[in-house]
């Protein structure tokens, strides 16, 4: 008996030692600029997806909070807005990504479902049990998060070979325009293979976001949709592929800002196809809230 006591408790201490090792690591490098809390001052957001990260805090000098968060789908998004609704904000103004991809299957699972429990609401589980679990528990046991593990594992790899093979490093290019024309194409083709893997749009993501726009018509928030800019090398090989968030948008009525091609001609504006970098998102922000 004592043998098995002895055991158990031994499997419980090294349970609980490498589940808080994960939680530090995940609150650090997991949930790393993620979790926001906005000041209640702001009553202007921006929502989106990677494409608005490189306006970073620049928005706030327009009293602007910048919400977005890297892989963030309308599903993140439309939690974001229950949760600024349900803690007293009084948003007047909500500019949201309709970009040609938005609507596109991959985002079902390419998204931040679990980091957004975070803002969860109750009544958006089916009991309170697996509200709990929702919110809490994936956070606080992060041994049972497959994502955290398996970033945990590529962590100690990457510090492994460090140590081991130091000088074994290439120099990555910082700007897009660094590439040629022709890399710049390849890259391009590669990035919308993966955001148009199939013809038809996401239903699923297609209702939430005509929930937001619902969300937002009920609560007399102004709604605006924005294309951000992309490279010239990505336009060229999109063409007339969409899923058509923007129309949704204008069927209902919305102001839909089209910035896709404002860029066009300066490369050094972007870090990759589709992506401004801290110079491009500077001069954009200006461009998008100066008004």
């Not at 989106?48 to 490189?54: E, R, T």
């Not at 948003?91 to 949201?96: L, S």
């Not at 955001?195 to 007399?220: A, D, R, Y």
């Amino acid at each position: 008996m004592k043998t098995f006591l002895y055991k158990t408790a031994k499997i419980f201490f090294i349970f609980l030692l490498f589940n808080t090792v994960l939680f530090f690591f995940s609150r650090i490098n997991y949930y790393e600029g993620y979790k926001k809390y906005p000041d209640k001052n702001f009553k202007t957001f921006i929502f989106s997806d990677s494409h608005g990260i490189p306006i970073g805090t620049l928005s706030e000098k327009y009293n602007v909070f910048n919400f977005s968060a890297k892989s963030d789908s309308y599903f993140d998004m439309k939690r974001k807005i229950l949760y600024l609704l349900a803690n007293g904000f009084n948003i007047d103004t909500v500019f949201i990504t309709v970009d040609d991809y938005t609507l596109s299957p991959y985002r079902e699972k390419v998204n931040n479902f679990d980091k957004s429990s975070i803002y969860s609401l109750p009544f958006e589980y089916e009991n309170y049990y697996t509200y709990i679990k929702g919110k809490y528990l994936n956070y606080y046991l992060p041994i049972f998060q497959p994502k955290v593990t398996a970033l945990f594992k590529s962590y100690l790899k990457a510090k492994l070979k460090d140590i081991y093979q130091p000088n074994n490093t290439s120099l990555k290019m910082e700007l897009w325009c660094d590439y040629s024309e022709d890399e710049r194409a390849l890259k391009a083709e590669k990035r919308i293979k993966s955001q148009f893997p199939i013809k038809n749009k996401s239903k699923k993501l297609e209702n939430t976001l005509l929930e937001i726009i619902h969300l937002c018509q009920l609560n007399e928030i102004e709604l605006i949709g924005i294309k951000f800019p992309v490279s010239s090398s990505y336009v060229d090989v999109l063409k007339s592929k969409s899923y058509g968030a923007d129309k949704i948008f204008t069927t209902n009525g919305l102001r839909v800002e089209d910035y896709k091609e404002i860029f066009l001609f300066y490369p050094a504006y972007f870090s990759d196809q589709d992506h401004l970098n801290s110079r491009g998102g500077e001069i954009f922000a200006a461009r998008l809230l100066a008004n």
